[in-house]
T-cell receptor
Framework: EDKVVQSPLSLVVHEGDTVTLNCSYE??????LLWYKQEKKAPTFLFML????IEKKSGRLSSILDKKELFSILNITATQTGDSAVYLC?????????FGTGTSLTVIP | NAGVTQTPKFQVLKTGQSMTLQCAQD?????MSWYRQDPGMGLRLIHY???????DQGEVPNGYNVSRSTTEDFPLRLLSAAPSQTSVYFC????????????FGEGSRLTVL
């Protein structure tokens, strides 16, 4: 059965801290892994990863994929209160996107 | 571009009532899908479509019906609402599943009393 597991389920940090969010997957015919940020409304797209070892970066956020060990990490450096959100990872396979349950990040001023 | 548009944003129903959540996209996406999101459960796929005239079930299809008569529209019908269908519903589309990025509508919060 295809599945995507994220850890930790929730995280509380202080502004300025660095956090690492994890996403592991077991799917058939892996093609890509996507990261989304969800604040109070719809998830918004952050990154898509298809190749192992290549880091994607956008400002303070970065992500890397390990296709051998079947996981991805999302790093956020110098966290800000605006980073508080649920972070979701998703893996498309067949005709479906499989989502993890998400990591809830709270950044305290 | 409007992207993915969902209506209504909020709805309260009584048990047994029926309703339709509307979803439209203007990006010429072949793939459209409906998810429900409940606390601690993540996004769970209800139904999806890979093109006009083609629909299929996802993880939690019971109590829901869909149709895809055009590329743009993918309505979700609740046949006889139950309190267990209280949730936030998201419509999402993509050009193809294999090319990644799923674009989401703003969500519809449904409460069934």
């Amino acid at each position: 059965e295809d599945k995507v597991v994220q850890s930790p389920l929730s995280l509380v940090v202080h502004e300025g801290d660095t956090v690492t969010l994890n996403c592991s997957y077991e799917v058939t015919n892996f093609r890509s892994l996507l990261w989304y940020k969800q604040e109070k409304k719809a998830p918004t797209f952050l990154f898509m990863l298809t190749s192992s070892g290549i880091e994607k970066k956008s400002g303070r956020l970065s992500s890397i994929l390990d296709k051998k060990e079947l996981f991805s990490i999302l790093n956020i450096t110098a966290t800000q209160t605006g980073d508080s959100a649920v972070y979701l990872c998703a893996v498309p396979t067949g005709n479906q996107f499989y989502f993890g349950t998400g990591t809830s990040l709270t950044v305290i001023p | 571009n409007a992207g993915v548009t969902q209506t209504p944003k909020f709805q309260v129903l009584k048990t047994g009532q029926s309703m339709t959540l509307q979803c439209a996209q203007d990006m010429n996406h072949e793939y459209m899908s409906w998810y429900r999101q409940d606390p601690g459960m993540g996004l769970r796929l209800i139904h999806y479509s890979v093109g006009a005239g083609i629909t299929d079930q996802g993880e939690v299809p019971n109590g829901y019906n869909v149709s895809r008569s055009t590329t743009e529209d993918f309505p979700l019908r609740l046949l006889s609402a139950a309190p267990s269908q209280t949730s936030v519903y998201f419509c999402a589309s993509s050009y193809w599943v294999s090319t990644g990025e799923l674009f989401f509508g703003e969500g519809s919060r449904l409460t069934v009393l």
